[in-house]
């Protein structure tokens, strides 16, 4: 080695350290967001006295947090449920933050209850260029062809991008033979309205008690929530569904606080939801 290769390695090895400081100054918690999962780290310190390569593990980001696999969640389009309990949205930045596959809005509840945000939230949401679709909330205590009424002249078939979503998670105190004989007239009547079969909306659960031991709702496509992000959820005999709504509390830029989220499980994808 003669002296100016030394006097250059020197040079190269002084520059690099005189940066620290800076890098030091500029350390900070951030956040990073990955398929809607948000993780916080700090970036790692530079000792004063040693300059790290690039290469150096210090400088590489902490193991991603793990669900069932972090891999299966990238692999598959996340969305979210949202009502009036998400208050003022702004559709653009949820639009730009990448991380909604699709949305479903809530329109009406029973026979006489609609939700004051549904025209505002799917016209901003298709606006800005996002998958949308409408749900009802289903009270099996009530009437089904009044509840079909409340639904049919909120929800535009000319404005859905996705298929209706009946969320039925209440028994409403009625017996399983009630439930059902007004469910499936609700279905019925949704069907022949908007030519599609809707999906059905449930827990785990309230999957495995009222609708797993029967066949009447087998031709229906189901999402099911269950918020363990351990593992995904497993239905009685195995049954098929589509979409696995892992959280409660999951967070997306331009909705303030909590909101509800979700993904495509197995095979399934966007296709089998579009409504046109």
Not at 44 to 63: E, G, H, I, K, Y
Not at 171 to 187: A, D, M, Y
Request: aromatic share 12%.
């Amino acid at each position: 080695m003669n002296h100016h290769h030394i006097l250059r390695t020197a040079i190269v090895i002084i520059a690099s350290c005189m940066l620290v400081p800076h890098i030091e100054a500029g350390k900070k918690k951030t956040k990073k967001v990955q398929a809607g999962l948000e993780y916080a780290y700090t970036e790692p310190d530079m000792p004063a006295a040693t300059c790290l390569s690039l290469t150096d593990t210090r400088l590489q980001p902490p193991t991603q947090p793990k669900l069932s696999s972090l891999a299966t969640f990238i692999n598959h389009i996340h969305g979210i449920d949202v009502s009036h309990y998400q208050g003022s949205i702004d559709w653009k930045t949820v639009a730009k933050s990448g991380h909604v596959g699709y949305v479903y809005i809530k329109a009406t509840e029973s026979n006489t209850i609609i939700d004051e945000t549904y025209l505002y939230n799917i016209t901003e949401a298709r606006r800005h260029g996002l998958k949308a679709g409408s749900y009802h909330f289903f009270r099996p205590g009530v009437n089904a062809k009044a509840q079909y009424d409340n639904f049919r002249k909120v929800v535009n078939r000319k404005h859905q991008d996705l298929l209706p979503l009946i969320d039925v998670e209440v028994t409403g105190g009625v017996t399983v033979e009630t439930l059902h004989s007004r469910l499936q007239e609700f279905l019925r009547l949704v069907t022949d309205e908007y030519g599609r079969r809707p999906i059905i909306y449930t827990g785990k659960n309230f999957y495995n008690k009222y609708f797993a031991p029967y066949p009447n709702f087998k031709a229906y496509k189901f999402m099911i929530a269950q918020y363990t992000p351990q593992e995904e959820p497993y239905l009685n005999g195995g049954d098929d569904f589509l979409i696995w709504q892992y959280t409660g509390h999951g967070r997306v830029d331009g909705i303030m606080g909590d909101v509800d989220q979700s993904r495509f499980v197995g095979r399934h994808a966007m296709n089998d939801i579009l409504y046109k």
